[in-house]
């Protein structure tokens, strides 16, 4: 399950573009038009401009942002905007240290492979070879299998434990073999086999920490001191640490995480004491200095921590098409690209890096739902420096927007399905709001009937029964259908019903309770946050709005106890099993 916490409001939101260098005219041209066409959507509406950055980080309530740019394997431009801390009204510059997450997991694996390069390590050895503090605990579920370094780099040791939560000051924190064993203080579930390794791409921030265990193990030095002197400041990212907690000196740097709706999260920033998983504070620039070293390094120009062949290695997918050693593979319009995304409590990143050309970029914001916008700017800068396989030199399509009777609107909200995804259109004011994923869409009318979002592709349409009622609504991008969505009711379960789904149930993970209040179900996710409410479709059957690519079903032994919960998410399964 994914538990988003989707509370969304307006709040006082003071802009900045924070630059710290001049750049010449054409590069200032260059910022400019990624500023001014952040939102590049399929759709352009008549009369209305692109959108802007300042309207996209509103819309978004988006605090604080920070981009660079490669062009021809050099950062051309850097730039802040907004607020690293509101309160303090502190604004993001340059030098604004994010905690964005995953991006961690490509450092670290440029770590391991330094130790490979060296002769310390080989990617292809059982990991129990070096470990000395801890021993992976194998089990019936590996069938006799060995995980290996290049298991753990590719997420295909088949282990558990997605990604951490963090800690916060005053916490106890743990050490990592507790962490690795799931025992207190640790918050998450022991790193353990999911099934046998080498068989499928399961994405485990759990066996990062295992490699970043071995790192430690094998040069007998904290983690962060052996990144920095090996990988971090041979590359350049003289900004960056795996420090955790990070020093005192370095608060008026960090920038302060904020949840989807603008609130300043627990203690400023999480603490990930995992620090290989997504412990890197860092910044654009200095990810895209990492970037351009792959990217030289790849083509034999330069080696300041690995060889041209050891990157190729990493740069190799491995099961999965997408999945190399500490990166994703993007093909792009047959154009190949480089990149991690990332996100920790309060929030997210991405980088971008072309296999050819010299491209690239870096985007971090302190927010937890930052994948929208940053996906958008990816779009803009892709299109302003005509990026292969990105840029198609098509123009936005024109719609011209038409006002539909507030009777009608009316009719139209409620709450829809197609197969597993649960829409909900609500209203605000006289507009109609499209919920189907971490924020809502404005809809926009083309007619009585037909509208787009924005944030899509498709173009829908609401379809009626004879009498006039309100059916459901098509999707089709271009000429292409892509299924209907048919509107639903709510089911009414019965108290006596409910009070037998409550309990705990395990997803492989972690535990998950389903708790009864005030005669309904609420999920809870743990880790401080909010209640989420069971909406049911059937008498078994329901959603979670912060879910809504999956529907879940409660299932029962022969002698009508319930035991497990039954996930689906289009052609993916997962089973819950209740414990007691």
């Known amino acids: 399950m994914k538990y988003l916490l989707i509370i969304y409001c307006v709040f006082g939101f003071a802009f900045y573009s924070n630059s710290q260098t001049l750049y010449s005219g054409t590069v200032e041209e260059k910022i400019k038009e990624v500023e001014q066409t952040v939102s590049l959507s399929k759709f352009q509406i008549e009369g209305k401009p692109n959108a802007t950055l300042q309207e996209r980080m509103a819309y978004y309530h988006v605090k604080g942002l920070s981009i660079a740019v490669i062009h021809n394997y050099r950062v051309e431009w850097a730039k802040g905007y907004g607020w690293a801390d509101s309160a ?6 340059t030098e604004t240290l994010f905690e964005p997450g995953s991006i961690s997991k490509s450092l670290n694996a440029f770590g391991v492979l330094k130790l490979v390069q060296d002769k310390k390590l080989d990617l292809n050895k059982d990991i129990n070879t070096y470990l000395s503090s801890w021993k992976f605990p194998y089990d019936s579920v590996s069938k006799n299998k060995k995980i290996t370094l290049f298991n753990l780099l590719s997420h295909t040791a088949g282990l558990g434990v997605h990604g951490f939560p963090g800690y916060f000051k005053g916490d106890a924190f743990p050490t990592l073999p507790e962490i690795l064993d799931g025992k207190k203080p640790a918050n998450t579930a022991a790193v353990r086999s999911l099934f046998e390794p080498g068989l499928k791409v399961e994405y485990s921030g759990g066996g990062t920490m295992i490699s970043q265990l071995i790192e430690m193990d094998i040069t007998q030095q904290p983690y962060d001191t052996y990144m920095f002197e090996n990988v971090l400041a041979p590359i350049g990212m003289m900004h960056s640490s795996f420090t955790q907690p990070p020093p005192e000196n370095k608060r008026k740097l960090l920038a302060t995480g904020y949840t989807v709706n603008g609130v300043e999260i627990k203690g400023k920033y999480p603490i990930l004491l995992e620090q ?22 790849l083509q034999g120009k330069s080696n300041k921590v690995l060889s041209k062949e050891l990157i190729r290695k990493m740069l190799t997918p491995s099961l999965h098409s997408s999945a190399g050693l500490g990166f994703f593979i993007d093909d792009v319009g047959g154009a190949r690209y480089f990149q991690h995304s990332a996100g920790n409590q309060g929030f997210s990143g991405q980088y971008y890096g072309s296999f050819e050309d010299g491209n690239g970029l870096a985007v971090v914001v302190n927010t937890d739902n930052g994948g929208s916008i940053i996906q958008e700017i990816v779009m803009s800068v892709a299109n302003a420096y005509q990026w292969k396989g990105f840029y198609t030199g098509e123009r936005p399509v024109t719609k011209k927007v038409v006002q539909v009777n507030d009777t009608i609107l009316n009719t139209y909200v409620g709450i829809y399905k197609q197969q ?13 709001m499209y ?3 971490a924020m809502p869409w404005k809809m926009y009318f083309t007619s009585a009937t037909e509208f787009f979002n924005l944030e899509s592709k498709s173009e829908k349409t609401f379809y009626s029964d004879p ?20 509107k639903i009711t709510l089911a009414v379960v019965a108290d006596s019903l409910l009070e037998k ?12 309770k389903i708790l009864m209040k005030d005669k309904s179900l609420w999920l809870d996710p743990g880790y401080d946050q909010p209640l989420m409410k069971l909406n049911f479709l059937a008498k078994e059957e329901f959603y979670v709005e912060e879910d ?26 997962k089973i819950l099993k209740r414990i007691k």
Not at 277 to 292: E, K, S, Y
Not at 501 to 512: C, F, L, Q, T
């Open 501 to 512: 789904y409550a309990g705990s149930y395990m997803d492989g993970e972690n535990v998950i």
């Open 548 to 573: 809504f690519g999956a529907v879940y079903k409660f299932t029962c032994n022969n002698s009508g106890i319930y035991t497990s919960i039954l996930g689906k998410s289009g052609e993916n399964e």
């Open 467 to 486: 009498s006039g009622k309100v059916k459901g609504f098509s999707k089709k991008v271009e000429d292409k259908e892509f299924g209907t969505s048919e």
């Open 435 to 437: 919920h189907a994923g």
């Open 88 to 93: 303090e009204q502190r604004p993001v510059t």
């Open 420 to 432: 597993t995804t649960i829409t909900t259109i609500t209203k605000s004011g006289n507009e109609l």
């Open 276 to 297: 290989a998983a997504g412990g890197l504070w860092t910044t654009p620039t200095d990810l895209c200095q990492f970037v351009i070293e792959v990217q030289l390094s």
